[in-house]
């Protein structure tokens, strides 16, 4: 995509926002979130202000970034550099405003103390949480990070085909994680957008594992969760691998995420609510007498940030919508013993879902 291209695409979000803007009746917006902030500007520091204006944009930031400001953002977007604190910036733009006096927050991305601080330096305004009013516009991807969603995808399951040749007996989880980041790092992912998950034995069946000094063994499920970012856009996967023969335990509940995850991706549509996708795989697993060994929620939209919406989820309220990127990871964890969960990306289509991992999902013994 040329720079051209990119800049196009940014003013037709920052035109959606100004949509949204008009239907809320607000006269202005602040967004605060950093990832918003990038997918509005092509902005990545990490100080930063963005004032959207029904004829305006404004980029409030710190005289570290002057430079990078001005190289990442494109036409359409003013760049304020402010000599002190974002708040003293943002009053001194809004005092220049023809504008009025209703702006929006982010009140899910802004802190207690950072809303009292927009009261404190702009009393003029009257201030109105927004909700997340860009997130929702985020949720839906374009070709462009779809296609980059692919390469932090392909990225991440080239990495794992070579990793793999470095598990066996005797080596820690620890050891495994690090030498993943390692290898994830020198194949072109430029950050690594959260920290790998590498689970053996008994320690499997926690769904949220830190790696730790614990070594593999002969008969150890390993569970592996990861992913890549290319071009700020995250990939998030998670595959189960054995040490050695498999028990039968083992390949039951396995062949049970596996049916689980089958029926939850191809419930991936446009149109349909979300819950319906949890239920689909949640459906299974009770049926196969683990329902309790399932408790958190089938999946989650993917962007700029691993975890964004659409929540895919029991008490979900979101519909899937053409483009949006999400997960769908079922698992069964049998504390003490062991766990297995698998995790697609998948896009939501008119008519189906696009599955954009391919590692293979067979429990293959290592």
């Known amino acids: 995509m040329r720079p051209g291209d990119i800049w196009d695409t940014r003013g037709l979000r920052l035109r959606r926002v100004r949509d949204r803007l008009h239907e809320a009746r607000l006269d202005a917006l602040l967004v605060s979130h950093l990832p918003s902030i990038r997918?509005?500007?092509?902005?990545?520091?990490?100080?930063?202000?963005?004032?959207?204006?029904?004829g305006s944009a404004t980029l409030i930031t710190d005289f570290r970034y002057r430079t990078q400001a001005s190289e990442e953002v494109g036409d359409g977007v003013s760049i304020s550099i402010t000599d002190s604190d974002l708040f003293s910036g943002l009053a001194r733009r809004l005092e220049d405003s023809a504008?009025?006096?209703?702006?929006?927050f982010e009140d899910h991305s802004l802190t207690v103390r950072d809303r009292r601080a927009l009261g404190e330096s702009c009393d003029a305004v009257m201030w109105e949480a927004s909700g997340p009013m860009v997130d929702e516009l985020r949720s839906t991807k374009d070709p462009g990070e779809i296609e980059s969603i692919s390469s932090a995808v392909e990225v991440a399951e080239s990495v794992l085909a070579d990793f793999l040749g470095a598990v066996c007996e005797g080596v820690s989880e620890r050891d495994l994680a690090a030498d993943l980041v390692h290898r994830l790092r020198l194949a072109g992912s430029e950050s690594i957008p959260f920290d790998p998950i590498v689970a053996s034995g008994p320690r499997s069946a926690l769904p949220h594992a830190r790696p730790g000094e614990r070594k593999l063994a002969e008969g150890d499920l390993l569970l592996i969760d990861f992913g890549a970012r290319v071009a700020g856009y995250c990939s998030d996967m998670t595959r189960v691998f054995v040490l050695g023969a498999p028990a039968p335990w083992q390949v039951e509940i396995h062949e049970v995420v596996a049916s689980a995850l089958h029926s939850a991706v191809a419930a991936t549509e446009a149109g349909v609510p979300a819950r319906d996708v949890d239920r689909a795989a949640r459906d299974v697993i009770v049926g196969a007498g683990f329902g309790d060994r399932f408790g958190h929620g089938t999946g989650h939209g993917v962007g700029l940030e691993v975890h964004e919406r659409p929540s895919v989820n029991a008490r979900s309220r979101d519909t899937l919508k053409a483009g949006n990127v999400v997960t769908i990871e079922p698992a069964v964890y049998l504390p003490g013993r062991g766990g297995v969960r698998l995790e697609e990306m998948v896009v939501a289509r008119e008519g189906g879902p696009e599955v954009l991992t391919r590692f293979p999902l067979v429990l293959r013994e290592l």
Do not use: D, M, N, Y
């Not at 504008?99 to 929006?104: H, I, K, Q, S, Y």
């Open 99 to 104: 504008g009025g006096p209703r702006v929006g």
């Open 39 to 54: 997918w509005l500007t092509g902005f990545t520091g990490s100080s930063a202000f963005l004032l959207v204006e029904p």
